[in-house]
């Protein structure tokens, strides 16, 4: 059973940091991604990160303040969240993209982050 589970958010005041966790089970992804969704607004991309060679990228709106990482071990993906505005607030997801696959394929159920100004 294919599972990715998140886990990390809260509440945190403007300017404080918080870090995101997903833990993977079940099948081998080629790539991870991070994505929220803000009350009524789509949902957006946030970070992605190559499985093997580890390669990222940022969306401009989190550039030099959010950090994709991995732990090949622990079968783990993380969002290190610095300098957070009240505008990151959203419901952040995690999402795995099967070898083979071209589109993001699962989705872990989401985790709330609120950013009080």
């Known amino acids: 059973q294919v599972q990715l589970v998140e886990s990390g958010g809260g509440l945190v005041q403007a300017g404080g940091s918080l870090r995101l966790s997903c833990a993977a089970s079940?099948?081998?992804?080629?790539?991870y991604g991070w994505f929220r969704q803000a009350p009524g607004k789509e949902r957006e991309f946030v970070a992605g990160i190559s499985w093997s060679s580890g390669l990222t990228s940022h969306a401009d709106s989190v550039k030099g303040r959010f950090t994709i990482s991995k732990d090949n071990a622990k079968n783990t993906v993380y969002l290190q969240m610095n300098s957070l505005k009240p505008e990151d607030t959203a419901v952040y997801y995690c999402?795995?993209?099967?070898?083979?696959?071209?589109?993001?394929?699962?989705w872990g159920q989401g985790t709330q982050v609120t950013v009080s100004s």
């Open positions: 999402a795995a993209r099967s070898i083979g696959y071209s589109d993001f394929n699962s």
């Open positions: 079940g099948r081998t992804f080629s790539r």
